[in-house]
């Protein structure tokens, strides 16, 4: 049965047989001071499987889709395991109702690594990839997340993993994009060499070796921010406890704040614990998720519901005034400050 989900409820209940779904209170953390964007940001979670929850979605609905769906033969007690030979299949039907609910400047990122199998690579990332461009998508970008703290073993002809793809398409070649919300700083290294610029360093010439790359370091003058590379360095701890896949929320957050504003509405189709959707309220956006077990899904909903917490109470903080802390009649002395007196 086809779960419905009204067009202007993104939290709404997936209805029991027969009958009706019922929408849940909407989480609006936004739209009180300190919150980013200043705008009502909804959050909620829907039980069951996005190829049938997303039927009921209206089209161009969403901004952006960030997600980790279930890699191949992994998460059986789960989510039951798809087969390495059948990924793609059971993949497919689903993107279909991705493109659907995409708006056509938006952007789908998906998580996701190969896995062994007889000895080797099985290929199904690849033939996932060529079968996406096939249904239309156009694959803009990979990056890379480098795992910093990747877990530690040892097998007969390969090494750790220490990275996962994480792999951009797009519907149009035009989408939006802000390259500015995710610059980074140049760091100490700019400062310390621009103060001994040599003759070579000012022009940019063919490089010595050989190799064809050429550079310029005069070009960082004046600069105290750069744009990123395409790879993520970024450790796998999470405070998503419980979950067997969570990964951390600097992730999703990353490509949140690179493809969205504001306002706009984040879809994870394969919700784990919800880290997704609370790096997308903790931004300002609108979170909808969609997720097949039903404790998951509990877990998502106590996930969105802490961050609505944490939301409120920076949105208290930013309002603080020093007259909210110095009790009246004290003029600008020091005071002690009771816990009462600091709104909570």
């Known amino acids: 049965m086809t779960t419905r989900l009204p067009a202007d409820r993104p939290d709404a209940t997936p209805a029991p047989a027969g009958r009706r779904a019922r929408a849940r209170p909407e989480r609006a953390i936004a739209g009180e001071p300190g919150v980013p964007g200043g705008l009502a940001v909804r959050g909620g979670v829907v039980t069951g499987d996005c190829l049938q929850v997303l039927r ?6 969403v901004d952006l889709i960030v997600t980790s769906p279930p890699y191949a033969d992994q998460r059986a007690s789960t989510y039951g395991g798809v087969a390495a030979d059948d990924y793609v299949e059971w993949f497919m039907p689903r993107a279909e109702q991705f493109a659907r609910v995409l708006k056509p400047t938006g952007s789908l990122v998906i998580n996701i690594k190969e896995k062994v199998v007889d000895g080797e690579r099985h290929t199904y990332v690849l033939e996932l990839i060529l079968a996406l461009r096939r249904q239309g998508w156009l694959w803009t970008e990979e990056y890379v997340w480098h795992k910093r703290n990747c877990f530690p073993g040892k097998w007969p002809n390969r090494f750790r993993d220490a990275w996962e793809r994480c792999l951009h398409f797009t519907r149009e070649k035009r989408f939006k994009m ?11 290294w700019a400062r310390t060499r621009l103060k ?10 063919d490089s010595r070796v050989g190799n064809a790359f050429g550079k310029n370091i005069a070009n960082w003058q004046g600069r105290d921010r750069a744009y990123p590379t395409n790879v993520l360095h970024l450790a796998t701890e999470c405070g998503n406890k419980g979950h067997s896949a969570a990964f951390p929320q600097a992730l ?15 879809l994870d189709p394969f919700a784990g614990s919800g880290t997704t959707l609370a790096a997308a309220l903790a931004l300002g956006r609108n979170a909808l998720g969609v997720e097949l077990s039903p404790a998951y899904a509990q877990r998502c909903r106590e996930t969105l519901a802490s961050a609505h917490e944490a939301a409120q109470a920076l949105a208290r903080a930013s309002a603080c005034t020093p007259q909210d802390i110095i009790p009246a009649g004290r003029g600008d002395a020091a005071a002690p400050v009771s816990k009462d007196s600091v709104p909570s």
């Open 56 to 61: 009921s979605l209206p089209a161009a609905r």
């Open 178 to 188: 802000n390259q500015d919300a995710v610059m980074v700083p140049t760091g100490d």
């Open 196 to 205: 001994t610029l040599g003759a070579n360093d000012v022009i940019r010439h």
């Open 252 to 266: 999703p957050r990353w490509f949140i704040e690179l493809f969205t504003d504001p306002g706009d509405t984040v």
